[in-house]
């Protein structure tokens, strides 16, 4: 009996352990920066170039402004994403083994306009030009992307009519010109249209991702073509960056033309796991480990740091 007991309290700790740690990979693939930046405290606004203050000390995790030095307001996020005078945080709930998330809606200044909880672990999330609709995605188990073996769920929130979507994994999705149905379906990284009639996302099946393209109103998707991860559209609604697996544990930048389906390789040669943003037509942000960097969006250039210190930058301007 004694040992029977302590197998179960080993195996305990060993499920606690395992998923503390894809907690802490989940949340965010950029460790806390050991660098020391300078900031300055107090109210914050909706505003200019926008991110997740990661430099060390006691404002590690809160959102912040570019600047000299960088503002920091009191809010803290695990995602955190802004546009069109709606501001939107993933909050991880304080526990032991943390198992929900707070999605926080705000308004420009920052003040809590409504309070959603959602089962899981943030990893994605984004609000429409508009700022009408707000998406986000979250791990519910599994290990992350680069094991293969995840579970997601992708919800829109609706904003002006409070139309809150928890899954849209009973959208009616099509696949090669058919419907397709599968128990494995993820969906992740929505990226919304300026008219909030439409929206981009991922959807994963079979060992296979696709860039899907849905109709909200008709709640109606199709798949457009394979191997689209995270795709972010571009303010004139022309193309999506993404990120393009490459190998099992890597991905590389890469720009869709959503007309002709022409893909263009960016200059960023390294991995990049991170849904990216425009700053604006012409130069795509994004997130390594500890920082923000941009790049050219045709192909060109050569990779640019824009924020030592930071995570989740948000062109919120």
């Given at each position: 009996?004694?040992?029977?007991?302590?197998?179960?309290?080993?195996?305990?700790?060993?499920?606690?352990?395992?998923?503390?740690?894809?907690?802490?990979?989940?949340?965010?693939?950029?460790?806390?920066?050991?660098?020391?930046?300078?900031?300055?405290?107090?109210?914050?606004?909706?505003?200019?170039?926008?991110?997740?203050n990661t430099a060390a000390g006691p404002?590690?995790?809160?959102?912040?402004?570019?600047?000299?030095?960088?503002?920091?307001?009191?809010?803290?996020?695990?995602?955190?994403?802004?546009?069109?005078?709606?501001?939107?945080?993933?909050?991880?709930?304080?526990?032991?083994?943390?198992?929900?998330?707070?999605?926080?809606?705000?308004?420009?200044?920052?003040?809590?306009?409504?309070?959603?909880?959602?089962?899981?672990?943030?990893?994605?999330?984004?609000?429409?030009?508009?700022?009408?609709?707000?998406?986000?995605?979250?791990?519910?188990?599994?290990?992350?992307?680069?094991?293969?073996?995840?579970?997601?769920?992708?919800?829109?929130?609706?904003?002006?009519?409070?139309?809150?979507?928890?899954?849209?994994?009973?959208?009616?999705?099509?696949?090669?010109?058919?419907?397709?149905?599968?128990?494995?379906?993820?969906?992740?990284?929505?990226?919304?249209?300026?008219?909030?009639?439409?929206?981009?996302?991922?959807?994963?099946?079979?060992?296979?991702?696709?860039?899907?393209?849905?109709?909200?109103?008709?709640?109606?998707?199709?798949?457009?073509?394979?191997?689209?991860?995270?795709?972010?559209?571009?303010?004139?609604?022309?193309?999506?960056?993404?990120?393009?697996?490459?190998?099992?544990?890597?991905?590389?930048?890469?720009?869709?033309?959503?007309?002709?389906?022409a893909e263009t390789a960016l200059a960023?040669?390294?991995?990049?796991?991170?849904?990216?943003?425009?700053?604006?037509?012409?130069?795509?942000?994004?997130?390594?480990?500890?920082?923000?960097?941009?790049?050219?969006?045709?192909?060109?250039?050569?990779?640019?740091?824009?924020?030592?210190?930071?995570?989740?930058?948000?062109?919120?301007?």
């Open positions: 009996m004694r040992n029977r007991l302590l197998i179960v309290l080993g195996a305990v700790v060993v499920l606690v352990l395992a998923a503390t740690a894809y907690t802490v990979r989940a949340r965010d693939r950029g460790q806390p920066s050991t660098n020391a930046v300078p900031v300055v405290s107090g109210p914050l606004s909706v505003g200019g170039l926008m991110f997740r404002d590690s995790g809160k959102v912040a402004a570019q600047g000299e030095p960088r503002r920091v307001g009191g809010l803290t996020c695990d995602r955190f994403y802004a546009a069109g005078g709606t501001a939107a945080c993933l909050a991880v709930q304080p526990g032991v083994l943390p198992t929900m998330t707070d999605l926080i809606v705000l308004d420009a200044n920052l003040n809590e306009r409504a309070r959603h909880e959602l089962p899981g672990i943030p990893n994605r999330l984004r609000v429409s030009p508009s700022g009408r609709m707000i998406s986000w995605t979250v791990f519910v188990e599994g290990d992350s992307y680069s094991a293969g073996a995840f579970s997601t769920r992708t919800g829109i929130l609706d904003t002006r009519t409070d139309d809150l979507r928890l899954s849209v994994e009973d959208i009616f999705l099509e696949v090669d010109g058919k419907r397709y149905f599968a128990s494995d379906l993820n969906f992740w990284g929505v990226t919304f249209t300026a008219d909030d009639e439409a929206f981009y996302a991922t959807v994963a099946s079979a060992g296979r991702t696709y860039l899907i393209e849905a109709d909200y109103r008709d709640w109606v998707a199709k798949a457009l073509r394979d191997n689209v991860e995270c795709p972010s559209l571009s303010p004139d609604g022309t193309r999506v960056a993404f990120k393009k697996r490459v190998s099992p544990t890597e991905w590389r930048l890469h720009v869709l033309d959503v007309t002709t389906l960023e040669t390294r991995s990049v796991d991170d849904q990216a943003v425009w700053l604006d037509n012409a130069t795509v942000a994004y997130g390594l480990p500890g920082d923000v960097w941009s790049v050219p969006a045709d192909g060109t250039g050569t990779p640019r740091l824009v924020i030592p210190s930071a995570a989740s930058p948000v062109p919120a301007a």
